[in-house]
């Protein structure tokens, strides 16, 4: 089973990035059930809004910027998801 985790944000933020990030595995990635997803809000990302990085082969670590609004957080996520 695949496994998000989100740290930071508030609690809206959080709530609505587990939806995106499970809702993203499902359409792009149905068969695989083995992937880790960290989705982790900050701070400090200066002009980016979203950076993601491979953590190991199948675990991932999604960092937004905290404080976006509805659609860019979740286009962000969703941009995220795509690498």
Known sequence: MN???V???KKAERAIAT???SWCLNKMLPRYR?????????????D???YCLQEDKREYTITIK???GLFDMI????????H
């Open 75 to 82: 286009s962000t996520i969703c941009h995220e998801m795509i």
């Open 34 to 46: 083995t992937i880790e997803v960290n989705v982790e809000f900050e701070k400090n990302l200066g």
């Open 3 to 5: 496994t998000i985790y």
């Open 48 to 50: 980016a809004y979203g």
């Open 66 to 68: 905290k404080g976006l």
């Open 7 to 9: 740290t930071g944000g």
């Open 19 to 21: 939806d995106v990030v």
